[in-house]
């Protein structure tokens, strides 16, 4: 008997034993409406198939090959908010609280109890249901907010806001130049949202968080039977962009062989689909976005120049926060605001000594790590008046103005690694007191990614046990 209804939801599972991939689809139809099962049955493979977005994978975790905690990482790494939950024969404590740690949503042994599992999946659906329409909404917020985040009166802001809405304008390619955190991204997304395509999907390709073999097959899509494992068509993100825009993220770390071919793309305006003998011809916006000097690329032999020429019709430069001070006090006060809506809290201001203070630091990280900054001040101070002590000094005992006469002192590589390392272990221990330990809200919280939290946490050996209070259910588990 049939103990759910779902509305065509894609289910992926992906085990080496083809007997148990047959029965186990079987099953789940027989207890589950309406869900659409597919089917790997090794972990490249897998890869290829989860980036059709699938709303839950069954994984398992001894495969020949690609293991599935490898299978698991690549998922955490390019889509952490699927819910993966992970199979095994070779049941343990310490395997499922590493595959929890990892990822993955939940855990079960074989042989499996079926209407225990169609129970698992029903929630799991669930969960995945309810994190696209929370994307969706964070989508829409932030195409909202994203103007807004170029405050500043300083002329490098203002003409950059007039070059954006001037280009926005043309049907120009535009290469998006700047240091990390400087808000590329959003100048590439505020392009779109004022273009006359702003009704038309906008795609951003983060280039290196995409293995180089699957680079090609993620852009370009591929035809069934293209290459092993290929055993359905799979558009791909040109098309998906199509009437829309795409962006290529950091255009500069893509292989010289596939440069080649985003040139006739450019030139053309038709891609060829792995697979197939005819080129299709596309209608999308190309922008691309760097941090990196591909002038110094091209004299290297890593970037082609005709391509470079090709992407740089227009260039925009996001300047650093250290060319822009007279609007980091803007920007912070914009950044509490918004803050302060995230957490429904009481609007908060900063004390004159916090916007001295904010005004007289580096900010390496530029915008982001400002924005960020003040997300933990607002977070962590309990007075309506935030003072200069919530933000960020690098250790409990020193003052910001005595961190930053030291750090005139100390050889600046030093300083920097040393007070990026405190900070690191002391925002990520206030933030995962303050979740008693729950992973997936300290990374809303954060504004990072699950996989990124856990992986500082691991570069610090930062453990989570430790944080959690004895006796209280992992919500992480349950949470989204």
């Known amino acids: 008997m049939k103990t759910n209804k779902q509305d065509n939801q894609t289910i992926l599972i992906v085990d080496d034993e083809t007997d148990l991939l047959k029965g186990l689809s079987r099953s789940l139809k027989h207890r589950l409406d309406n869900i659409h099962i597919i089917t790997a049955g090794n972990g490249k493979d897998a890869l290829v198939k989860v980036k059709s977005a699938p709303d839950m994978v069954l994984l398992d975790i001894k495969m020949p090959g690609m293991g599935g905690m490898e299978v698991l990482d690549s998922i955490m790494a390019s889509q952490p908010e699927t819910t993966v939950v992970m199979m095994t024969a070779f049941g343990s404590i310490e395997l499922a609280v590493e595959a929890l740690r990892r990822g993955a949503w939940d855990f079960v042994t074989k042989p499996l109890d079926l209407d225990s599992l169609a129970r698992l999946i029903r929630r799991g659906l669930e969960r995945s249901q309810l994190q696209r329409v929370n994307a969706q909404l964070r989508d829409q917020l932030e195409s909202d907010k994203n103007w807004q985040n170029f405050t500043g009166s300083s002329p490098a802001i203002k003409q950059l806001q007039q070059s954006i809405d001037m280009v926005a304008r043309t049907e120009y390619t535009v290469l998006i130049l700047g240091a990390s955190g400087t808000g590329k991204e959003i100048a590439a997304r505020m392009i779109h ?18 293995p180089e073999h699957l680079l090609e097959s993620e852009l370009f899509g591929y035809r069934r039977g293209a290459f092993t494992g290929a055993d359905s068509n799979h558009e791909g993100m040109f098309v998906q962009a199509s009437g829309g825009t795409i962006c290529l993220d950091e255009i500069g770390d893509i292989p010289v062989s596939l440069q080649t071919k985003l040139l006739r793309v450019l030139q053309n305006k038709e891609i060829k689909v792995l697979g197939s003998r005819k080129t299709t011809p596309i209608d999308v916006r190309i922008l691309a976005s760097t941090n ?8 290297e032999g890593s970037f082609r120049e005709d391509l470079y020429y090709r992407l740089n ?28 809506a995230e957490l429904g809290c009481q609007q908060k201001s900063f004390s004159l000594e916090a916007l001295r203070l904010l005004s007289r630091r580096q900010w390496p990280g530029n915008a982001r790590e400002l924005q960020n900054t003040v997300r933990r001040a607002a977070m962590f101070c309990p007075q309506e008046i935030i003072e200069a002590k919530y933000l960020d000094s690098p250790t409990p005992n020193e003052s910001p103005q005595e961190a930053l006469v030291e750090a005139e ?34 990374a809303r919280l954060s504004g990072l990614t699950r996989a990124a939290l856990q992986r500082i946490m691991k570069r610090h050996d930062i453990d989570v046990e430790q944080f959690r209070v004895p006796g209280k259910p992992d919500s992480n588990r349950n949470s989204m």
């Open 193 to 210: 949202h004022l273009s006359p395509r702003r009704e038309k999907p906008f795609i951003m390709v983060n280039c290196p968080a995409i």
């Open 292 to 299: 990196q000097d591909l002038l110094a690329k091209i004299r």
């Open 313 to 340: 019709v227009v260039s925009l430069l996001t300047p650093r926060l250290d060319e822009i001070p007279e609007d980091i006090t803007l920007l912070a006060n914009h950044f509490l605001r918004q803050a302060c």
């Open 409 to 442: 002192i100390e050889h600046y590589k030093e300083a920097k690694e040393t007070c990026l390392k405190s900070f690191t272990q002391t925002y990520i221990s206030n933030l995962l007191h303050h979740t008693t330990g729950n992973i997936s809200q300290a």
